[in-house]
């Protein structure tokens, strides 16, 4: 990938992140913020090959700390987003129901 | 080589439907309608991803992969299912951290390894790999913080120096490093140790107050870690959810800071939001208690009610018990709201999620701004484990820590019932006024306690 | 610039527009379009480098309607939008100032 | 060649500039206060990356490029200053249909001169070709039709299938062309004629009242061939710009298509919208005119007046005597308010922006959503060269070609004003039942004479 083709990139994924998020309600930063740590999570594919080119002991090491690690990122920022979305699953279905006129 | 090239593309496929996934999963759970569907579609593209790396050209040590995996995950499962409610901040946290560490574990590999990369991607390592591991440093120091591991805020004159200090060292090496000018093990090694020490001194002074946007922010930097080691790998998924992240948290963080009518810099900077050393104000006057059942008399001949919870009915998890109450309250025609303050308790949506789970519909909860212009219309705020989020002191006293937060005003209610256990100090440590005005009574007690009481008490009146 | 590489470009490109386009409201669509017809009016760009490029006379010949067409567009779609949003920008101003009761 | 390479990094970085800015243009357009600023981003990018691209290696033909330019950009200066408002809309197709020529003649350009290129390069050069081609020729049926010059839609049966088999054809011209197969003149000749022919078939049908969609839909497809030419060229800010658009546009005809309450599958195959062949309906009841000094002491002793303009405002000019005639009325303590439908007029947002022009406060001016139950509650709807937008046939008659279509509620005002120069039809061609009801009265003229009047009726009221 060259230099500007990785710029165009960056730029365009940041436009992206920040016009997904820009309007988020209030009640809804914990739930947002667990779920993009859930996202980048995605840094155990990086580090899966890291250790799987792991060569001297150290790599090694270091790398198997870093699956470990990105691995609980992974898991973890999914199991408490989760959780917590599944009480807005009820309440959003409650407002789309109960509550009609709401604007 | 046919079969490792079709791998290839198999493999850049994925990550392309990955990208995609989670860039719409993010979207979807930016709405309260979407938002569970959203963590399902992030979900299946990691699932994806992870899948495909294994058929990665060239992989070994899948023993070791595999046992990682299955130690790190296992253990943040665990976790993740059992924590509670009240300690989700501390744990996203933590795993947040866990992300930090995984980036900047992938820079340290490949910088140990010294192989000749070009000054592009050596730089980026470098970079990804201090906001990797100052992201990795600083959010263990944020979970000690809210967990009540570290209870005092480590603060001394010359702090933003010692930083400024550590960051130029971290950065020299950094440098020595990226344009290949001294590579070894232990500049390596030097630089690696600066930037987590960073990550604590950084962290440290900061009050827990504070602690969700600093969360937030490590979020952020995170994300940015990421996408900087996947411009390292060549690695697309990693790149474009990284740089989303990076961003969306970038965003996230100010409109969370925004919600507690505060700046970034002065978040980090500032030392507010410490428990130890907000000054406790001098009050005049009595506090006056108030039974059960006099208290449920009033309320329930009462035209207007609005419930105002905090942070104590969240850890007395009073919230079933409240809507309980209110139910029994608005059978007998009175009108119940609900106001939320945007950071009542000790997370974002906090309330929201906590009176979501209790059943209490959507059109009976208003926020701040819905709801401020009508407390004069109130004949009751019966204030629930609330503290910091009701003090007027907020609007008055510039030297007060809260000073400028916009803040609930029940003290314009004609009567105002406190529900806490007795007189202790709400999150910032200051007293409050409001409990001391002469139309507030105080039903000492602990919230789910108290308001079974009610429940009798308003059971008793006809 | 590699196929994959190609398509993240496309892919995060066009997730960009279509957030920033979102929300946005029904008094505001024409300029809009207008708007986004200027911006397409980039094509003078690769005119250019065709008719710069162009040797035979069918080549300039077309290269230099390409040129005249997306010049057109660059500079029509500007001045009709300029027009349109200046009236816009007094009653923006006016809202602010005369209604800021109003969400 | 440092010289080329440092002339190429220059233009690349000057390109990346231009992407940001058209972004963030973009972003300011979408929001009312922050628009005008948006398009002088947009602008500043434009010209940044036109001078730049002189610059370009190797480039030749610089006095034709300049006059084409000269010429191209004059004419569209001089006609785009001059345009009335009214006729924005058929402009907007005029400029966009050059942009969607332009792409086709890079297409061109490149599948005649047939050097050696990749089959991925060749087929996005094809596809962008029959795209821009397409939007080409469509557009200027839009213009035409929009602009009075085509006046019946042309329609028979076997009208799909036709559109079908020219799609075919060209698709399989193209397809030689792009894979290789038979890329001589006469191949792309045929393919490129093949192209403009469908533009030409596939708009002819469509009514005019669709044109706005259309011509969205257009643009949106322009900012796809352009997207695929940048391809083609390897131009960035041609594949960032030209996407951009091709989804902003894509997403912005479909909020259109919403706006009417149609589907875009519907705008294009339907036919509905045709000036020509819709129905006139049969209406029970008499016109009871009525003089303006009766229509004027009326209004001036109303409690609340709303304003229901529509195209005939618009071609009367009448902006500035209506609100002139509202000012009186607020000053006598009369409520006025503006009703705006969202399709009233030729363009979307039609009326706000000419109210705007007039100064009309945006407090004062409210939208279908937020007004029809205020109906009910005015003392007189005075409905100025407006006539679909209340025609109540669109709630009760299926047949009715504008079935469907959210109308505002005027019917339910205690007393209708109707100002029209008399019997004349709305868009879509067919009668008003709303004129005949009991409690309407027709206020005959030109609107801008028949608001003079009224103005001298209430001023003579003191
Ligand atoms: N939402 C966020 O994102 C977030 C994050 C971090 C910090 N904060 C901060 O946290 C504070 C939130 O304000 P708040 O008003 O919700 O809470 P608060 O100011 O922390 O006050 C909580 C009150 O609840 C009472 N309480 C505790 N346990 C109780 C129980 N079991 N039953 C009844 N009462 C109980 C306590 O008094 P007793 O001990 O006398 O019972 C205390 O005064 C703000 O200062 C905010 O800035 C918010
Ligand atoms: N906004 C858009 O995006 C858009 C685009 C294309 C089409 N459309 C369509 O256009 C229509 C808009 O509805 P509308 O109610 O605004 O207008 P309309 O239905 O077109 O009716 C306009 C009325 O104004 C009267 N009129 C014309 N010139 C006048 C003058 N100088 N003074 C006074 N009255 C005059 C005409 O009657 P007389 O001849 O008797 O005076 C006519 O009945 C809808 O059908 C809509 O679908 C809208």
């Known amino acids: ?70 691995a609980g990122n992974a898991v973890g920022g999914y199991v408490v987003t989760e959780r917590m979305l599944e009480m807005f699953k009820s309440s959003g279905a409650r407002r789309k129901g109960a509550a009609p006129e709401k604007h | 080589m046919p079969a490792a090239l079709s791998a290839d593309s198999l493999i850049q496929a994925s990550y392309f439907v990955t990208a995609v996934l989670f860039i719409m999963g993010l979207k979807r759970m930016s709405s309260p309608v979407t938002a569970r569907s959203g963590i399902l579609w992030a979900g299946a593209g990691m699932l994806v991803a992870t899948l495909i790396t294994f058929l990665f050209p060239g992989m070994t040590n899948f023993p070791l992969i595999i046992a990682a995996m299955v130690v790190g995950g296992s253990l943040a499962w665990w976790s993740g299912k059992r924590v509670a409610m009240t ?66 805020s480590i603060r001394f004159s010359g702090q933003q120096i010692l930083n400024l200090l550590l960051l130029a060292a971290a950065a020299g090496l950094g440098g020595l490093v990226a344009f290949h000018l001294n590579a070894s093990p232990a500049v390596v090694t030097g630089f690696f140790v600066l930037a987590l020490l960073l990550g604590l001194t950084m962290t440290l002074p900061i009050g827990g107050a504070d602690m969700p946007v600093v969360i937030s922010l490590y979020n952020a930097l995170t994300g940015l870690a990421v996408g900087f080691e996947g411009f390292v790998l060549n690695n697309a998924a990693m790149i474009i959810a990284g740089t989303v992240v990076g961003s969306a948290g970038t965003l996230l963080t100010q409109l969370m800071a925004k919600a507690m009518n505060r700046s970034l810099g002065n978040v980090l900077f500032s030392g507010f939001g410490d428990t130890g050393s907000a000054a406790v104000g001098e009050v005049q006057g009595s506090l006056k208690p108030i039974e059960a059942a006099d208290a449920g008399v009033m309320m329930a001949f009462a035209q207007k009610v609005i419930v105002v919870p905090g942070y104590g009915m969240a850890v007395a998890q009073a919230q ?43 059109d009976l909860i208003a926020d701040l701004e819905e709801i401020n212009a009508e407390f004069e219309t109130a004949d009751v705020a019966l204030i629930i484990g609330a503290n910091d989020v009701v003090n007027p002191v907020a609007r008055t006293d510039k030297s007060s820590p809260i000073y400028g937060m916009p803040i609930l005003n029940a003290d314009k209610a004609k009567n105002v019932i406190v529900i806490k256990r007795g007189k202790g100090a709400g999150f910032s440590g200051i007293e409050n006024g409001l409990f001391y005005l002469d139309n507030t009574r105080m039903l000492y007690g602990d919230a789910q306690k108290a308001a079974a009481e009610l429940i009798q008490a308003i059971k008793a009146v006809d």
């Open chain 1, 1 to 70: 990938m060259t230099g500007i083709v990785a710029l165009y990139i960056f730029m365009l994924a940041a436009f992206t992140g920040y016009e997904v998020i820009s309007r988020v309600p209030v009640i809804l930063h914990t739930p947002l913020m667990s779920g993009s740590n859930f996202v980048h999570g995605i840094v155990l594919v990086g580090a899966m090959v890291a250790l799987g080119g792991a060569q001297t002991p150290l790599e090694k090491t270091i790398g198997f700390i870093g699956v470990l690690l990105a």
């Open chain 2, 87 to 152: 300690n989700m901040p501390q744990m996203i946290a933590l795993y947040n951290g866990m992300g930090g560490g995984g980036a900047a574990a992938i820079a340290a590999v490949e910088l140990y390894r010294g192989e000749a990369q070009n000054y592009a991607t050596s730089t980026l390592a470098v970079v990804g790999g201090i906001i990797g591991a100052v992201s990795f440093s600083g959010s263990a120091i944020a979970f000690g913080k809210l967990q009540g591991l570290i209870t005092r």
């Open chain 2, 320 to 362: 079933h018990k409240i809507w309980e109450l209110c139910q029994l309250l608005i059978d007998r025609g009175v009108t119940v709201r609900f106001a939320i303050h945007p950071v009542a308790g000790r997370m974002p949506g906090h309330m929201n999620v906590l009176l979501a789970e209790a059943g209490v519909p959507y």
